[in-house]
């Protein structure tokens, strides 16, 4: 019987303590998480893109990989809402500069997505030069909004 309740008061505890976690957790928390999430699996695109180039494989395989950057790269500007800084209680390295120069943050961003766009169009032909020069403009701009608003 002892054991029974020890079991059953473990249990509880363990509940309890999972519940109290899910309590503390904020939506910004949530957003923040989400995406840092999306970034990593940008970064994965971004590399199987320059893989599938530097092997010479056929563009059309990166048709996949490369609509779901570009339908990223539209999303980032909502991806940091006020709020979702430090301030979330979850370690990021998005810099403040992107609330406080959100104008200069957007238009960043604005020049990500078009560049996605475009190599996602390229990876619907057939000229692997003209890919591999507009992966590089993406990595470029993706790099330039780093630049500016990521720490570390």
């Not at 509880?12 to 904020?26: D, I, P, S, V």
């Not at 059309?60 to 979702?84: D, I, M, Y």
């Not at 032909?125 to 608003?149: K, L, N, T």
């Amino acid at each position: 019987m002892k054991r029974i309740l020890t079991g059953a008061a473990v249990g509880l505890l363990c509940l309890g303590g999972a519940a109290g976690a899910q309590e503390a957790r904020t939506p910004a928390a949530d957003i923040v998480e989400a995406r840092q999430a999306a970034m990593m699996l940008s970064g994965v695109a971004m590399g199987s893109t320059k893989a599938a180039i530097d092997a010479g494989q056929p563009i059309a395989s990166q048709r996949f990989p490369t609509r779901a950057l570009a339908r990223w790269a539209h999303a980032v500007p909502g991806a940091f809402p006020a709020g979702s800084g430090a301030e979330a209680g979850v370690p990021t390295n998005a810099k403040p500069e992107i609330w406080s120069d959100r104008a200069g943050f957007e238009a960043k961003a604005a020049d990500y997505a078009a560049a996605a766009d475009r190599l996602a169009e390229l990876a619907a032909g057939e000229d692997p030069a003209a890919f591999a020069a507009q992966w590089a403009v993406v990595r470029a701009s993706c790099q330039s909004c780093h630049d500016g608003y990521k720490a570390g």
